[in-house]
């Protein structure tokens, strides 16, 4: 599995639309230094979603999530792909014995295909919306997760690059 966090906020992504002549599009907007974080484990081999919202990124929320992922398939050993950041590292993170981390290189973003389901959720549930509160986001980002991880086709085919595929074992 391959296992990342995103940052969703109040501020909106404004992007371009289409409407009739001679109307033009109104999107409102606001800065607001209001986030939750979504933190997502896709299986490659079987486009199977794993996904938690939590209110900070650290070693306490992290430690969560994999707990939550190794109660949620009990007989099975995962390797969880993860990028470096420092609360993947910290001594706090008690790996259970289902979970094994490997760590991808430094500064290597591109290897991770969910950083691809990111931007998925930002294209097709959070463009050119705005949201009263962080509760908003936070209900908007769990039925976009929701889609997703009732959709396990649609996680394997934006996540199961060919270079990935190859490398598992039979």
Known sequence: MF??????????DLRRC???KPWRPVCRAVVSRQYTYAYA?????????????L??????CMQLFVDEVARRHPNER????????GWHHEAAVQWPPNVR???????????????HLWDELREKY?????????????NQLEHALRSLEHDPQRVRSI???????TSLPN
Request: glycine fraction near 4%.
């Open 3 to 12: 296992q990342d966090e995103a940052r969703f906020g109040r501020i909106v």
């Open 18 to 20: 289409w409407c009739p």
């Open 41 to 53: 484990a896709a299986s490659i081999s079987d486009g199977q979603l794993d996904t938690l919202v």
């Open 55 to 60: 209110p900070h990124v650290n070693a306490e």
């Open 78 to 85: 995962i390797v969880l792909v993860i990028d470096g950041a």
């Open 101 to 115: 981390p490997l760590f991808l290189p430094p500064y290597s973003p591109e290897l991770n295909p969910v950083e």
């Open 126 to 138: 959070f463009h050119n919306r705005f949201f009263d509160s962080l509760e908003a986001v936070e």
């Open 159 to 165: 996540t199961a690059w060919s270079w990935i595929i």
